[in-house]
């Protein structure tokens, strides 16, 4: 079951920003299931003299709401609010509850999860414990890391040195053996939410759990496991 309606009925309940931004990014990572026209492009829809566009989260549900078969497409979160934003017309994620998302909250979450992601190998660098993080970062990378559950077996961050470079914060992953096939995925995710809330560059690491990264940073890092 999608996490989607919980967390935005927390947002909607307490209208505090890090209960949005955590509704964000789940939307972000999310593939909805959207009406496509017979030449393959989104379809809209009108009401009370307004286009809007509508997406469902899963197939069964976008199929008991229609009366006939209709094309549809899988759409991830990011792609279709960029989508979206561009053409100034807002989304409803169909459902029990509606959730309705206008042109500008569809800008902010193409503009801030649609960031380059970028996966750290740990290879011919220094790694050392971080500086003291803001309350912001402290927050979202407890939050991601909570959210993967069982999947991920420990979680670090520390800052890598490339010489002739900037440093950088990496997230080291211990992820579980039957979540390594999601290891892409998952690091995006991560990725894409700590990018919202620092001007640090940033890259999520996976290595195996013997490698000398992973190692290292159980022996220095900052602990992220709840």
């Known amino acids: 079951m999608s996490p989607l309606p919980a967390l935005h009925a927390k ?13 964000y990014q789940a939307f972000a990572g999310t593939s909805f299931v959207v009406p496509a ?30 009366s006939t078969p209709q094309a549809t497409a899988d759409l991830p979160g990011d792609a279709l609010a960029a989508m979206l934003a561009d053409a100034a017309i807002p ?27 970028v996966q750290e190998t740990g290879q011919g660098v220094h790694i050392s414990a971080p500086a003291p993080l803001g309350e912001d970062l402290v927050d979202v990378l407890g939050q991601s ?12 961050l520390v800052e890598m040195t490339v010489p002739d470079d900037e440093s950088e914060l990496v997230l080291v992953l211990d992820l579980a053996d039957d979540a390594r096939s999601m290891e892409t995925p998952l690091a995006e995710t991560i990725a894409r939410a700590v990018q919202a809330v620092t001007d640090r560059r940033f890259a999520v690491a996976c290595p195996p759990s013997d490698s000398p990264l992973a190692g290292r940073a159980a022996e220095i890092g900052i602990g992220m496991t709840p």
């Not at 492009?41 to 976008?62: H, M, N, P, S, Y």
């Not at 909570?146 to 979680?155: D, E, F, I, K």
Request: glycine fraction near 8%; proline fraction near 1%.
């Open 37 to 66: 026209s017979d030449g393959g492009t989104l379809a809209l829809a009108e009401e009370d003299g307004l286009t809007i566009a509508r997406a469902w989260l899963t197939a069964e549900d976008f199929a008991a709401a229609i």
């Open 11 to 23: 947002a909607v309940a307490s209208d505090q920003h890090r209960d949005w931004r955590a509704f």
């Open 145 to 156: 890391v909570a959210a993967l559950g069982p999947a991920c077996r420990g979680a670090w």
């Open 91 to 117: 989304l409803q994620i169909a459902g029990d509850t509606a959730m309705v998302l206008d042109a500008d909250q569809l800008r902010w979450i193409a503009d801030t999860y649609n960031a380059e992601v």
